[in-house]
């Protein structure tokens, strides 16, 4: 998953090109750190220079030693989450102001926390939305969390607004998958992308300024802290976080809990 930085606007990815660039820099850290205990084995006594040796020879464990290093703290961020949505379950309680979709009853329930402007989401959303086609027995939950705004730029803020008007005059999938395709998101593309949908701008743009939808978006927030959510995207199968964006990985999850 992405953090809570501001990102340039690039060309959605496919997931997996994305996820192995998120984890380059990650990857270099480990090496380096590694690389550096590799400088220092020759002062060591008890073997060092054959350890040195050994992993020049042997360059793989440093993939896999950093690979290690890095699931371990993916695992440790997903059992934080997991730990605080155990001990906050009314929080992901059905809230009838989020758009859904699939039955109420559902033995499965999918939530997404996200943002429009993170490369992360846009580059998962195609496979994410063809994940919801596959599984029409399953409720999906989308929980709009702007999140990468900075200082006097409000764009994250208000395409999670218009996307939520767009959800009380029923035209939401159509928008949200029109906001996570556009390249470069601006307060007039959104616009735009509401009127080639349909929406009523009139009646949008009283949602996007009412006190309703502020707090709903400041609960949604509320929620996210709660659970200690680090990122966007986050996905969460019947309160329990995905350890990866990949829909994939969320696939299996969906399978898993039908069982």
């Given at each position: 998953?992405?953090?809570?930085?501001?990102?340039?606007?690039?060309?959605?990815?496919?997931a997996s090109n994305w996820l192995t660039g998120a984890?380059?820099?990650?990857?270099?850290?480990?090496?380096?750190?590694?690389?550096?205990?590799?400088?220092?084995?020759?002062?060591?006594?008890?073997?060092?220079?054959?350890?040195?040796?050994?992993?020049?020879?042997?360059?793989?464990?440093?993939?896999?030693?950093?690979?290690?290093?890095?699931?371990?703290?993916?695992?440790?961020?997903?059992?934080?989450?997991?730990?605080?949505?155990?001990?906050?379950?009314?929080?992901?309680?059905?809230?009838?102001?989020?758009?859904?979709?699939?039955?109420?009853?559902?033995?499965?329930?999918?939530?997404?926390?996200?943002?429009?402007?993170?490369?992360?989401?846009?580059?998962?959303?195609?496979?994410?939305?063809?994940?919801?086609?596959?599984?029409?027995?399953?409720?999906?939950?989308?929980?709009?969390?702007?999140?990468?705004d900075r200082g006097e730029d409000v764009t994250s803020?208000?395409?999670?607004?218009?996307?939520?008007?767009?959800?009380?005059?029923?035209?939401?999938?159509?928008?949200?998958?029109?906001?996570?395709?556009?390249?470069?998101?601006?307060?007039?593309?959104?616009?735009?992308?509401?009127a080639e949908h349909g929406v009523d701008m009139t009646?949008?743009?009283?949602?996007?300024?009412?006190?309703?939808?502020?707090?709903?978006?400041?609960?949604?927030?509320?929620?996210?802290?709660?659970?200690?959510?680090?990122?966007?995207?986050?996905?969460?199968?019947?309160?329990?976080?995905?350890?990866?964006?990949?829909?994939?990985?969320?696939?299996?999850?969906?399978?898993?809990?039908?069982?």
């Open positions: 998953m992405t953090d809570d930085a501001p990102a340039p606007e690039t060309k959605a990815a496919p984890r380059a820099g990650y990857l270099a850290l480990g090496v380096s750190v590694v690389a550096l205990g590799l400088a220092a084995a020759p002062y060591f006594t008890g073997g060092g220079e054959n350890v040195r040796a050994y992993l020049l020879k042997h360059p793989e464990v440093l993939q896999e030693a950093s690979q290690a290093l890095q699931e371990k703290g993916e695992q440790a961020r997903v059992d934080e989450t997991n730990q605080a949505a155990a001990a906050n379950a009314a929080l992901l309680k059905p809230d009838p102001r989020d758009p859904s979709f699939g039955p109420a009853d559902a033995k499965v329930t999918v939530i997404e926390f996200f943002d429009f402007r993170c490369p992360g989401c846009k580059a998962v959303a195609h496979d994410y939305r063809a994940l919801m086609a596959a599984h029409p027995e399953v409720r999906f939950v989308f929980k709009d969390w702007p999140i990468l803020q208000y395409a999670a607004r218009a996307a939520l008007a767009a959800h009380q005059q029923g035209k939401y999938l159509e928008v949200y998958d029109a906001l996570m395709t556009e390249r470069a998101l601006s307060i007039e593309a959104i616009d735009r992308i509401l009646r949008a743009k009283a949602a996007v300024a009412s006190p309703e939808t502020t707090r709903h978006i400041a609960d949604i927030h509320t929620t996210a802290a709660a659970l200690r959510l680090q990122g966007t995207p986050t996905f969460l199968v019947n309160g329990k976080a995905s350890p990866s964006i990949d829909p994939a990985e969320v696939g299996k999850m969906i399978e898993a809990a039908k069982r």
